[in-house]
């Protein structure tokens, strides 16, 4: 079954530092998405991302964020300098279309701790 | 942000009972309703949907009822299994694409 993939799994940065979290989508998908999951809190939405640009994003996904789909392959969460408050795991989805009823599917997270 | 609200924290149940989940929501605009399952360190897994134009939807061990007058949803897994054993969320999304607003989860617990 096809999967969404992210790299790496666990992260561990600086305060400060820039962190690239990278995700494969699935191959045929067309809009691709980034939520995380502050430990003990909701999963929440940060944003999405259809024909090399943002379609929508939360009131998280401020200036530090950015979202990059360098190739025809990947997508990028950039966090250009880490807080203590952006460690969470970070989850990137995919799904075919964006008509009503259709599927989002996740990877596995990358987990991002900031010290 | 309390637009999906899933008021049970957690659920205990015996192998081969019926587990269920409930789910509340408050915006009306929510068109489309999802339960994904977690387990730890792990993303979200895709369990069962519903549009708001059904009031159930089925598929094996698992049904989802819709209540829209009630802005309820609720899944009902039959019979349990250990393996069921992780955290449930419901999410829900607008008509107008596809972002989900998740519930805060319940994590369920089947007991051999």
């Known amino acids: 079954e096809p999967e969404v993939t992210q790299t790496p799994s666990h992260q561990v940065t600086q305060m400060g530092q820039e962190v690239i979290l990278r995700c494969v989508p699935i191959?045929?998908?067309?809009?691709f998405y980034w939520y995380r999951q502050i430990l003990g809190q909701k999963v929440e939405f940060l944003v999405s991302f259809y024909n090399n640009e943002i379609s929508e994003k939360s009131e998280i996904f401020d200036d530090q964020f950015s979202v990059e789909r360098p190739d025809g392959s990947n997508f990028t969460l950039k966090i250009r300098s880490t807080k203590l408050e952006d460690s969470a795991m970070y989850f990137c989805?995919?799904?075919?279309?964006?008509?009503?009823?259709?599927?989002?599917?996740f990877g596995e997270g990358s987990w991002l701790t900031v010290v | 942000d309390q637009q999906v609200k899933q008021n049970s924290p957690s659920l205990s149940v015996q192998e081969g009972r019926i587990s269920i989940l409930n789910c509340d929501y408050t915006?009306?605009?929510?068109?489309?309703f999802l339960w994904y399952k977690k387990y730890p360190a792990e993303g979200p897994t895709f369990l069962i949907s519903i549009s708001s134009i059904k009031d159930k939807n089925e598929d094996g061990r698992f049904t989802v009822f819709l209540n829209k007058s009630a802005k309820h949803l609720s899944l009902h897994i039959v019979p349990s299994q250990p393996g069921d054993s992780a955290v449930y969320f419901c999410?829900?999304?607008?008509?107008?694409?596809?972002?989900?607003?998740f519930g805060g989860g319940t994590r369920v617990l089947v007991k051999p």
């Open positions: 999410a829900a999304s607008e008509a107008a694409g596809n972002k989900l607003t």
């Open positions: 989805a995919s799904s075919e279309d964006r008509v009503i009823g259709n599927t989002i599917y």
């Open positions: 191959s045929n998908h067309l809009y």
């Open positions: 915006n009306s605009m929510f068109d489309y």
